[in-house]
Structure formats: C-alpha cells, structure tokens
C-alpha cells in the first residue's frame, strides 16, 4: 500500500492553463505539506496544513490554491500557469507533534509548463 | 528563522570508504534535525533524526549522523559506502511547523 500517493505523476500543460494535483495519504497523520523542488533540486515548504487548517502559507503566488476537503487529502490547484512553475511537487504528511516526527513524502508530481 | 547549510554539492567516494556529508545548522532553541535520501526520480525518505539525547544518531542502511551543538554540525556518515548508497541526501530543520532544508548533496560511490 502506497503511504502517500499523488497523481498525477506528469504533468505538460500550456501557460495560462489552471491545473490541479492531488495528494492522499492513508497513515492517519493529521499534518500534509507541499513542497516544491525546482530544477536545481533546491526543496522548499509551500503549505502546510493540520487537521485540515491552513497553517503556513509561504510566499507563494496567490496562483496556487491548497484544498484539504478532509485530513487525508491536500490538493493543489494552480491558475493561470507560468513557465516557472515549471517544477517537481511533493506531497508530504507527518503526525506533527510538535515538529519531533518524520514525515512521509509523496513520489512527486513532475510539472512543466510550455 | 532557521537554516541549513549543506557546503558540498557533491560528494564522491569509492566503495568500501567510510563517507561523511557534511551539514551545519542555524536555528534559535533546540534543533530538530533530519537527513533524507532522494533517489532518483522519487520522493524523499527519511533516514534518521535528531531531538535530543545522544549526540551519535543510528538510522536506516547503516547511516548515522553526529550532532555537534558546539560546532552546529549534523553531519550524516556511513562507516562502508556501497554503490547503491549514490542518491541526493538533504539535511533539514524544523522550524515553524515545516522543515527547511539544506540544497543537498549528490553522493557518488564508485565501485
């Protein structure tokens, strides 16, 4: 059984497009992330949410939208893409505690925007 | 707000070697620390972490990392590479309800 799953796996889309990936994990963990990886492999924390309630939003263009429609799911959606959002984003969930636990990362989701 | 620095892009390493990644820290309090492996075309794994007590942590694949408070180290290290221990490892830190992580290091083992 797949821990943290994301689909799609690829994703080619033109700009201006709006485009959704979803994430679902079945650990029970009450905390899921974003993250995204640009082409220089540089990981970093987009949103974050517990129990389903936004708890960080980095600075990310308002572009992006999370939806967490229940604790086991956090979707991305993305307007009006650019040729920069062109990148690898993970999905990650951990049961938060105070930051002492690991969390679990999704297979990533590879996005370029032509 | 806390960082990480990972100071080698790249680390190369005959198998067989011992091997050290090296990783320095900087937050306020105390620092929980974590090592993660990408391997390619997947996502991160965890490997081992740091909260508190002894400062040699034991994680997964015969990885360990030393925490040096006086140094503000975290530096992951295997005893004996193997070809299949080549992969991107990351340091992180959690800070404010998420890790930050370091920019990574490409682990070469030759054989």
């Known amino acids: 059984d797949t821990a943290v799953s994301q689909t799609p796996k690829y994703l080619v889309t033109q700009m201006g497009n709006d485009k959704s990936i979803k994430c679902e994990q079945n650990?029970?963990?009450?905390?899921m992330y974003w993250y995204k990886q640009d082409s220089k492999k540089f990981l970093k924390i987009m949103f974050s949410?517990?129990?389903?309630?936004?708890?960080i939003n980095e600075t990310v263009p308002n572009r992006f939208s999370p939806k967490s429609p229940d604790k086991a799911h956090l979707n991305l959606h993305i307007n009006s893409l650019e040729l920069g959002d062109s990148a690898v984003y993970f999905c990650?969930?951990?049961?938060?505690?105070?930051?002492?636990?690991?969390?679990?990362f999704g297979p990533g989701t590879r996005l370029t925007v032509l | 707000a806390q960082s990480v620095a990972q100071p080698e892009d790249q680390v190369n390493v005959a198998e067989g070697n011992p091997l050290t990644v090296k990783c320095t820290y900087s937050?306020?309090?105390?620092?929980?620390l974590f090592w993660y492996v990408q391997y390619p075309n997947r996502g991160l794994q965890f490997l081992l972490k740091?909260?508190?007590?002894?400062?040699l942590v034991k994680g997964s694949y015969g990885f360990e990392a030393e925490f040096n408070k006086s140094q503000t180290s975290f530096h992951l290290k295997k005893p004996s590479a193997l070809v299949s221990d080549s992969a991107l490892y990351f340091c992180?830190?959690?800070?404010?309800?998420?890790?930050?992580f370091g920019s990574g290091t490409r682990l070469q083992v030759q054989p």
């Open positions: 937050v306020s309090g105390n620092p929980y």
């Open positions: 990650a969930s951990s049961q938060f505690l105070a930051g002492l636990n690991e969390q679990f």
């Open positions: 650990l029970g963990h009450d905390t």
């Open positions: 949410y517990n129990n389903k309630e936004l708890i």
């Open positions: 992180a830190v959690m800070g404010r309800r998420a890790l930050t």
């Open positions: 740091y909260i508190t007590g002894d400062n």
